[in-house]
């Protein structure tokens, strides 16, 4: 796990209730946004909460098969994931897209996409979930 896009500051207001404040951690620590930065007090409480890895798989009739790894903050889209691997290899290819997604009691699903679809705008993107696998051209 690695840290996430925010970090959490909680702090108790002079003799009221404890007061949560978030500070945007991509703005501060990537971007040098110092006006996300907040200063300290005693007794504050600075949590920064995990982000999870996941990975997807892209095979098939694409020009770089790969693994891809994204965090659940960041998403992965089928879109996406093609174009990272250097898109298919055509445009048959493109219109017969399988996402292979496991269930939890080990069932496999199989999903059928067309990819131009998605690109005219005429379908939505999908989102992939962790550990699914991207086969284009079957």
């Known amino acids: 796990a690695e840290a996430g896009g925010r970090i959490l500051v909680y702090r108790r207001g002079s003799g009221g ?79 017969r897209i399988s996402i292979v997604r496991y269930q939890p009691g080990g069932e496999q699903q199989r999903l059928q996409f067309d990819l131009t679809a998605i690109l005219a705008g005429s379908s939505p993107d999908v989102p992939l979930q962790p550990e699914d696998v991207v086969v284009v051209g079957e």
């Open 17 to 95: 209730p404890e007061e949560v404040e978030q500070v945007d951690a991509a703005a501060l620590l990537r971007q040098g946004d110092v006006s996300a930065d907040l200063p300290v007090r005693p007794g504050d409480t600075i949590v920064v909460p995990a982000v999870e890895r996941a990975r997807v798989y892209v095979s098939g009739a694409v020009k770089e098969e790969r693994m891809l790894e994204f965090t659940s903050e960041e998403g992965m889209t089928l879109l996406r994931a093609v174009a990272a691997a250097g898109g298919p290899a055509g445009r048959r290819e493109a219109k």
